[in-house]
Structure formats: C-alpha cells, structure tokens
C-alpha cells in the first residue's frame, strides 16, 4: 500500500500560481502511476492531471493545459503540480491519487487517494 499527502494549497488572487506536492510513503513510489483531481462544492471528482510511472508520460485535461504541469521526483517520492494563470473556476479541493496499473482520467480506478488540500482563487 501507499498512504498520500498533499501540501501546497491556499488562497491565491487571479492570475497567481501555486504548487502542489503529494508526499508518498509505503510501497516503492515508482510503482504507482499518479494524478492529481479536484472537487469544488456540488460538483463531482474532476481529472487534472496524470503522470506515469516514471514521468515519461503525461496527461491533461483541456481546462489546465498550458497552465498546469504535473511532475514527479521518484528519488523524494513526491508529485508535484504547478499551477500557473489560476482562475476562480479552478477554486476546488485538490487530491492525488495513485494505482499500480492504470494510468489515465478515470477517478475510480484510482485504489489509493490522499486527504486533499484547498486551492481558493479570488477574482
């Protein structure tokens, strides 16, 4: 198992930048292919981002492409996300997750997920 640990959110005016870590401890990290999603009220589990298992590989959605970039160290067994040009509708709960398998925008199968952290963007 993985357990995941997320840092790095707050409260950012529009047009700001932050950057999110997932801190991974347990399993060799290498193992899991990672992805950040978020969630703001009301609304459902949303894909970011997805990096695979030795970064070689990643995946967007359309919302952040050319603001966001998804990262990983394996060495400090952390993710990262840097977020660029943020907007308000980018306002959510931000979680990573991880699975030994799959690799792509599909929340559910995800095995493992973090606590989350919250990103405001004020206008």
């Known amino acids: 198992q993985v357990q995941l640990v997320e840092s790095g959110g707050g409260l950012v005016q529009a047009g700001g930048s932050l950057r999110l870590s997932c801190a991974a401890s347990?399993?060799?990290?290498?193992?899991?292919?990672m992805g950040w999603f978020r969630q703001a009220p009301g609304k459902e589990r949303e894909f970011v981002a997805a990096?695979?298992?030795?970064?070689?590989?990643?995946y967007y959605a359309d919302s952040v492409k050319g603001r966001f970039t998804i990262s990983r160290d394996n060495a400090k067994n952390t993710m990262y996300l840097q977020m660029k040009s943020l907007k308000p509708e980018d306002t959510a709960v931000y979680y990573c997750?991880?699975?030994?398998?799959?690799?792509?925008?599909?929340?559910?199968?995800?095995?493992?997920w973090g606590q989350g952290t919250q990103v405001t963007v004020s206008s």
């Open positions: 347990g399993r060799t990290f290498s193992s899991y292919a």
């Open positions: 997750a991880a699975d030994l398998r799959y690799f792509g925008s599909n929340y559910y199968e995800y095995d493992y």
């Open positions: 990096i695979s298992w030795s970064g070689g590989s990643t």
